[in-house]
C-alpha cells in the first residue's frame, strides 16, 4: 500500500486544520485583506476547498484498500451466509406477532455474524470483517495517573464520509455566498434597524467577518468528527455551538437576530448540561474518553469505550461485540461490595483485587452498573437533543433563520444540526436498548411536531427550517429504532438536500428582498435555474423514487429504509406502533409542506406585483452551486456510487446482531437491519411511504396549484387548528410561563435581595468605616501624630530663637567666647582627670 | 613657688614655653579687645608667634636632652606657619581694604551683619 492508515489521519487532520488557518489569518489581518475585506472569502473558500480535495483523496484511498473492500459491496448484495439468514427471516415473518420464532431469529443472525466478528483484522477477505478504524493520540494535553486527556483522532468510514459531505457542501456554500454577501462588502444600510433618529441603521461592511466565523465553524464541525474521544468532542462541540451563536446573531443590531443567537446559545446549553452529566459518568466508571484502542506512550493498547462496552471476548467466552456492562460501571455501582471485600482483606490489596475481579461478573448477572450505562447514553443523548434542536429543545432551530441564509444552509445542513445526529451514530455502540427507544420517541414526537407546524408557516425560511427538525426528528427514530444505516444515510442525503433547498431560498429571497412567501408567486419564469433545482430538493426530500425498484431522488432511499426499520420495530414490538404509523403520516405532510412552499412560490399570480417585477435570477456564482447540490441531491444514494455500502462497512461492531431490550424493559427487541430487505419489510413499507408521500403531494397541488379548494376557506374551516399550528404549538410560550418568567421573577427577587440587603450591608459597612475612620482621624493624626510631631517643631525653634542671642555678629564677643570656651575645656578636662586618677 | 623654681634652674624647655605662653595671651587678649581691625590682626600675629616658640622650643637640639637625629621638625613647622601667617595677612589685609572701602573705617565692632 503506498498510503498507510496514518496519511488518511494526515490528510483529515490537515483538511481540518486548513479552515483554523483562514480563520486566524482573517482575525489578524481583518480588512487589511483586499480594500473591502473581499480576499477574505477567496482565503476561506480555498481553504475549505483544499479540504474538501484532501477528504476525497482519503476517501479514495480508503475505499482502495483492504478493510473497506471487505464488505464494501451493498447490503442487497450480501455475503451467502447472510442470504440464509435473510430465509429464515422470511419464514418467521409471516408469524411474527407470535413472537416464538423471534428466538430462531435471533439465533439464526448470531450464527451468521459469528464468522465476521471473529475474524481478526488480519483474516482473509472472504469473511465480513471488523469495521476497521484508525485511533491514535496526537498530544497529551493533560495525564492524571492513568487517566488521559488527549487530542485525539477516530477515523472510520463514517468520518471519511462526514468529512467529504462537510467540506463539500461548505464548499458550495462559500462559493454560493460570495454573491449572497456581497451587499456587505460595502457601506451596510440594515433597512430593519431604525435609529433613535429616525434614520436606518448603516455601518461598515463585515463580509470578512462573515467568512472567519465560516472558517470557524467548518473547524469545529471537522474537529467534532475527527475527534478520537468524548472530551475533544465536547470541547469543538462548543465551538459549534459559539460559532452558531456568532453567525445567527450575525445582523447583532437586529433585536430579533441578537435574541435568535441567545435563545440558539441558551438551549445549547440546557442539553450540554446533561452531556456533561453522561461525561461524567462514562469518565467516573470507565477512566477513559477515547472511543477506539489506543497506544499509549509507553507502547501498551489502552481499550476504549467502544471496546470496553462492547468486548470482543468477555470472561474468556467469545462474546461477539453484544453489549455489555463494562467492569468499572459495575463496580461502581456496587460500591458497597466492593468496600466488603477490600475490608475482608484489610492487609492484602492484591487478594481484594482478584476476588473484584472474580466477583464482578456475579454483580453483573445482579444488574448493577446498567442504570449508570442508561445515564451515560440519555446524558450524551441530551446533549444531541439540544445541538439537533429535537423535541423539546427544537425551538432554538427556527429562529435561527435570523442569520444570513448561507449560515442557515450551513447550520441546518453540514454542521451543527448534522453535529448532533453524527454523535448518536458515533456513540451508537454505548446506547443502551432503553436509551434507543427513548431516541426513538423523541425523533418520532419532533418529526411530527414540526411537520404540522411546516403546515401553516408562511416566512420559506421558517417551512424550511420546520422541514429540517422534522427531517432530524426522522434520523434520531432511525437510530434509535436500530436503523443505524437508515439514519447515517438519512444525516447524509439530508445534508445535500436540505443545503440545496436553503441556498434556494436564499436566491428567492436575495432576488425579491422578502422572507414571507405571501410576497411571492409566479417566480417559475424570473427565475428557472432556482425553481428547478429548488424543485429536485422537494422531490429528493420527500423521498420520490419509483416504489419498489432502485431508481429515485437522494430521500427516496433514506426514507424509506427507515420506514423499513420502523416497520420491522413495529412488527416486533407491537406495543410501540407509533414509532411506524407516525413518521409515515409524516412523510405524507412532509410532501405536503414542501409543494406548499414550492407551489405558493413559484406557480400562481403574482401576489406582490412591484416585487415580481424586479426579481432577477441570481448571479452565476450563487446558481452554480445549486446545480451542483441539485446535482448530489439527486443522485448521491444512487447505488452506483456505493455510499450505502460505505455506511454500512463503518458500522459499529456488535451493532448489527438483533439486540434484546436491557434489565429495564427485557421486552424490547431492536431488529436486525440486514431483516429490512425481505419483501415482507421492504414491500409494505415502501408502498406505504409512496402512498403516504403521493397523497400529501397531490393534496398540496389541489390546493396550492389546481386551486380545486381554497386554503382560506380550510384555514377558516379549521381555525382552532390553525391557531394552534401557527402558534407553533406555543412551545415558545409554554417555556415563556414554566421557564422563563419563573426564571425572571426569581431573578428579581434575587437582585432584590441584591439591592436591599446585600447592598445596604454593604453601604452600611463602608459608612461605618468611614465614621471609625474620620474618628480615628480627628483624634489619633490629627492630636497625637500631628502634636507629636508639630511639638518637636516648636521646641526646635524655640531653641533657635534661644540660641540666636549669641550670634551677635561681634567678632571680638567671638574670640572672648573661643578662649573661655579653651579654658573652659581645659579646667573641665583637668577635673575629670584628677577624679579619674583618684578613682 | 613656680617662678622660684624656674629661676633657679639653667634656661630649658619651660622657659621657652613661659614666653610662648605670655605672647599667646598677650595676643589672644589683643585680638578681644581692640576695636581697630590693623590691631586684631596683630594679635593673631602674636597667637601664631607664641606657637611658633613653643614648636622651636621643642624643635632645638640644644634644648632637648638626649636630641633627635637631624632635630629640624620644630623649625619647618614654624616655617610653615610663618608662610600661611603671611597668606593670612595678605588675605586679611585685603578684607580690612574692602572693609575700609565700604564702611569708610575700620572699626571691626560696626562689621557686624551676620548677628542672629
Given at each position: 500500500m503506498p498510503f498507510s492508515a496514518e496519511s488518511i489521519s494526515t490528510l483529515l487532520a490537515i483538511a481540518w486544520l486548513l479552515p483554523l488557518a483562514s480563520f486566524t489569518v482573517i482575525v489578524l489581518s481583518g480588512r487589511a485583506l483586499g480594500r473591502t475585506g473581499k480576499f477574505a472569502s477567496v482565503l476561506a473558500t480555498a481553504a475549505i476547498v483544499t479540504g474538501f480535495a484532501l477528504s476525497l483523496v482519503s476517501l479514495v484511498i480508503w475505499h482502495g484498500s483492504d478493510h473497506a473492500t471487505a464488505q464494501g459491496g451493498a447490503p442487497h448484495e450480501a455475503a451467502p451466509a447472510e442470504r440464509e439468514t435473510h430465509a429464515s427471516l422470511d419464514n418467521v415473518e409471516s408469524g411474527v406477532h407470535s413472537g416464538a420464532p423471534l428466538i430462531q431469529l435471533v439465533a439464526a443472525e448470531v450464527s451468521t455474524e459469528e464468522g465476521g466478528y471473529t475474524a481478526d483484522a488480519a483474516g482473509d477477505h472472504d469473511t465480513q470483517k471488523l469495521p476497521t478504524y484508525y485511533a491514535g493520540d496526537w498530544y497529551a494535553l493533560g495525564v492524571f495517573g492513568d487517566l488521559r486527556i488527549t487530542i485525539g483522532y477516530y477515523v472510520d468510514a463514517l468520518t471519511i464520509i462526514m468529512f467529504c459531505m462537510v467540506t463539500l457542501i461548505a464548499s458550495c456554500i462559500h462559493f454560493y455566498a460570495i454573491g449572497y454577501m456581497h451587499d456587505e462588502l460595502h457601506d451596510f444600510t440594515d433597512s430593519e434597524v431604525t435609529l433613535a433618529s429616525g434614520e436606518k441603521l448603516t455601518r461598515p461592511g463585515r463580509f470578512h467577518r462573515f467568512y472567519q466565523y465560516m472558517s470557524l465553524f467548518c473547524f469545529s464541525m471537522l474537529g467534532v468528527v475527527i475527534s478520537g474521544n468524548m472530551a475533544m468532542v465536547f470541547v469543538f462541540w462548543e465551538l459549534v455551538g459559539i460559532c452558531s451563536y456568532f453567525l445567527i446573531g450575525f445582523y447583532i443590531e437586529r433585536k430579533s437576530a441578537s435574541n435568535a443567537a441567545n435563545k440558539a446559545f441558551i438551549v445549547n446549553r440546557v442539553g450540554d448540561f446533561g452531556m456533561i452529566i453522561g461525561l461524567m459518568a462514562l469518565w467516573g466508571s470507565l477512566g477513559t474518553f477515547s472511543f477506539g484502542d489506543t497506544a499509549g506512550p509507553d507502547g501498551e493498547t489502552r481499550a476504549g469505550i467502544f471496546s470496553l462496552v462492547r468486548p470482543k471476548t468477555l470472561e474468556g467466552q467469545a462474546n461477539e461485540h453484544r453489549l455489555v456492562v463494562p467492569d468499572g460501571m459495575v463496580q461502581w455501582a456496587a460500591h458497597e461490595q466492593v468496600a466488603g471485600v477490600v475490608l475482608d482483606h484489610p492487609d492484602d490489596l492484591a487478594a481484594a483485587r482478584s476476588q473484584i475481579a472474580s466477583q464482578t461478573p456475579d454483580w453483573r448477572d445482579d444488574g448493577y452498573g446498567y442504570w449508570l450505562l442508561v445515564i451515560a447514553g440519555l446524558g450524551i443523548f441530551c446533549g444531541c437533543v439540544g445541538k439537533s434542536a429535537q423535541f423539546p429543545l427544537h425551538v432554538w432551530l427556527p429562529d435561527a433563520m435570523e442569520g444570513p441564509t448561507p449560515v442557515s444552509a450551513l447550520v441546518h445542513s453540514a454542521t451543527m444540526v448534522a453535529a448532533g445526529v453524527y454523535l448518536v451514530a458515533r456513540f451508537f455502540p454505548v446506547l443502551a436498548p432503553e436509551v434507543l427507544l427513548v431516541i426513538a420517541y423523541t425523533g418520532c414526537i419532533t418529526l411530527f411536531i414540526a411537520a404540522t407546524i411546516a403546515i401553516t408557516a408562511t416566512d420559506i425560511k421558517r417551512v424550511l427550517a420546520y422541514s429540517t427538525v422534522s427531517q432530524l426528528g426522522y434520523m434520531m427514530l432511525a437510530l434509535g429504532l436500530g436503523g443505524w444505516v437508515a439514519g447515517v444515510f438519512h444525516l447524509i442525503t439530508h445534508a445535500f438536500f436540505k443545503s440545496l433547498l436553503f441556498m434556494c431560498s436564499g436566491s428567492v429571497i436575495h432576488a425579491v428582498h422578502s422572507n414571507e412567501m405571501t410576497d411571492m408567486g409566479g417566480l417559475l419564469k424570473k427565475m428557472p435555474i432556482t425553481a428547478m433545482t429548488m424543485l429536485v430538493g422537494c422531490l429528493a426530500i420527500i423521498g420520490a423514487g419509483i416504489p419498489l425498484s432502485t431508481i429515485g431522488f437522494s430521500g427516496y432511499y433514506s426514507k424509506d429504509a427507515i420506514l423499513e426499520q420502523a416497520w420491522s420495530f413495529a412488527s416486533v414490538n407491537p406495543m410501540h406502533n407509533a414509532l411506524f404509523f407516525v413518521p409515515a403520516a409524516g412523510a405524507a405532510i412532509t410532501a405536503f409542506y414542501m409543494f406548499r412552499m414550492w407551489y405558493m412560490t413559484f406557480l400562481g399570480k403574482p401576489r406582490d406585483q412591484h416585487r415580481y417585477d424586479h426579481a432577477h435570477e441570481s448571479p452565476r456564482v450563487m446558481t452554480t452551486p445549486l446545480i451542483v447540490l441539485a446535482l448530489f441531491a439527486m443522485a448521491v444514494a444512487w447505488p452506483v456510487f456505493g455510499l450505502n455500502g460505505l455506511i454500512e462497512s463503518a458500522r459499529p461492531a456488535g451493532t448489527l446482531a438483533t439486540a434484546d431490550g436491557g434489565a429495564l424493559m427485557p421486552n424490547l427487541i431492536i431488529p436486525n437491519e440486514h431483516g429490512n430487505h425481505v419483501d415482507a419489510v421492504r414491500v409494505p413499507a415502501g408502498l406505504i411511504a409512496f402512498g403516504t408521500a403521493m397523497f400529501g403531494l397531490l393534496l398540496a397541488s389541489a390546493i396550492y396549484?389546481?386551486?380545486?379548494?381554497?386554503p382560506n376557506e380550510i384555514r377558516r374551516q379549521f381555525r382552532a387548528a390553525h391557531r394552534f399550528l401557527l402558534g407553533k404549538w406555543w412551545f415558545d410560550e409554554l417555556y415563556e410561563v414554566i421557564f422563563i418568567r419563573p426564571t425572571l421573577f426569581v431573578s428579581r427577587c434575587i437582585s432584590g435581595i441584591d439591592k436591599k440587603i446585600i447592598d445596604s450591608l454593604i453601604d452600611g459597612l463602608a459608612l461605618a468605616t468611614r465614621k471609625v475612620a474620620n474618628v480615628w482621624d480627628a483624634v489619633v493624626d490629627r492630636r497625637v501624630v500631628d502634636g507629636l510631631f508639630n511639638g518637636v517643631a516648636y521646641r526646635t525653634w524655640d531653641v533657635a530663637l534661644a540660641l540666636?542671642?549669641?550670634?551677635?555678629?561681634k567678632l571680638r564677643q567671638y574670640v572672648m567666647f573661643i578662649v573661655i570656651g579653651t579654658v573652659a575645656l581645659f579646667v573641665l578636662v583637668s577635673i575629670v582627670r584628677s577624679y579619674a586618677l583618684a578613682g | 613657688m613656680i617662678l622660684a623654681h624656674l629661676l633657679n634652674e639653667p634656661v630649658g624647655v619651660s622657659h621657652y614655653l613661659v614666653v610662648g605662653a605670655i605672647m599667646f595671651v598677650c595676643g589672644a587678649v589683643c585680638m578681644a579687645t581692640k576695636r581697630n581691625t590693623l590691631g586684631v590682626l596683630m594679635g593673631i600675629e602674636l597667637v601664631l608667634n607664641g606657637a611658633n616658640i613653643n614648636f622651636v622650643a621643642f624643635g632645638s637640639p640644644y634644648l632637648q636632652r638626649g636630641g633627635s637625629a637631624l632635630g629640624l621638625e620644630g623649625q619647618l613647622m614654624a616655617l610653615f606657619v610663618i608662610v600661611l601667617a603671611a597668606a593670612e595677612a595678605a588675605v586679611a589685609l585685603a578684607i580690612a581694604l574692602n572693609f575700609y572701602n565700604n564702611y569708610n573705617s575700620i572699626d571691626i565692632d560696626r562689621g557686624d551683619q551676620l548677628q542672629g
Open positions: 396549484w389546481w386551486g380545486l379548494v381554497d540666636r542671642v549669641v550670634q551677635t555678629g | -
